[in-house]
């Protein structure tokens, strides 16, 4: 998933998807915790790969995962492509209004605006750029 996309929450805790994005995840995604104070939103496919992967590990493995599982919730759009985020989530990832949608490669990134501001600002410099490309060997 790519592209950066602005969006507000409604009164109701709903965020539009945009259309490139609602057709990566599909109908029926999941949306849970990230490491990074934000949201991550899997397509049905890709939650359903990382849970094949947490199954394969030891149990005591497993249970450090218990967070994104817990906080887990199964998302449907409605007709308008709109989803419901759950309050928890809301709380989790600091949204007050404004949510920025971001692609990363397998999964979308939902931010409270101001924070991705932040974040946005220290990984988009050319040190960072080039540091990156070296680590992958481009």
């Not at 998933?1 to 990566?24: V, W």
């Not at 605006?113 to 680590?135: D, K, L």
Request: proline letters at 4%.
């Amino acid at each position: 998933m790519t592209g950066e996309y602005q969006h507000s929450l409604d009164n109701k805790g709903r965020l539009f998807i945009p259309a490139k994005l609602r057709d990566e995840l599909g109908e029926i995604f999941f949306i849970t915790l990230s490491m990074d104070r934000c949201l991550s939103a899997y397509s049905s496919e890709a939650w359903q790969s990382f849970s094949d992967k947490v199954a394969a590990m030891p149990y005591v493995k497993q249970r450090k995962m218990r967070p994104l599982f817990a906080h887990a919730a199964r998302c449907e759009l409605d007709a308008q492509g709109r989803v419901l985020i759950p309050q928890n989530l809301r709380d989790y990832a600091g949204f007050k209004k404004n949510v920025t949608v971001v692609g990363c490669n397998n999964h979308a990134e939902l931010w409270d605006s101001e924070a991705w501001s932040s974040v946005y600002e220290a990984e988009t410099t050319p040190e960072n750029i080039a540091a990156v490309m070296e680590e992958l060997e481009f």
